[in-house]
């Protein structure tokens, strides 16, 4: 059974399930080993070490982990708008 349809049998929004996988994707894409977005970078700047390329993206990262732990914490804040917007 795919895992979205668990989360809706136990009364998880999915709309707040996107927001957590897109931003867990995102964290996914700057941080090591994996770090696509960072090699990336790093072909485009030749001469920019990777170390460099690396320690820049974590001024980021620390915001992109505050808005993962606040959806953690009230998931309202991604429910806000769409329950807005269609009652």
Not at 18 to 25: K, L, P
Not at 49 to 68: H, N, Q, R, W, Y
């Amino acid at each position: 059974m795919p895992i979205t349809f668990l989360l809706l049998n136990y009364g998880y929004d999915p709309i707040w399930f996107g927001v957590i996988v897109t931003i867990f994707a995102i964290i996914a894409l700057v941080t090591p080993p994996v770090g696509l977005n960072v090699y990336v970078t790093k072909a485009v700047a030749k001469d920019v070490p990777l170390e460099t390329v690396f320690k820049g993206i974590m001024p980021f990262l620390i915001p992109l982990t505050v808005a993962f732990i606040l959806l953690i914490l009230f998931p309202q804040i991604a429910t806000f708008l769409p329950n807005i917007i269609m009652p």
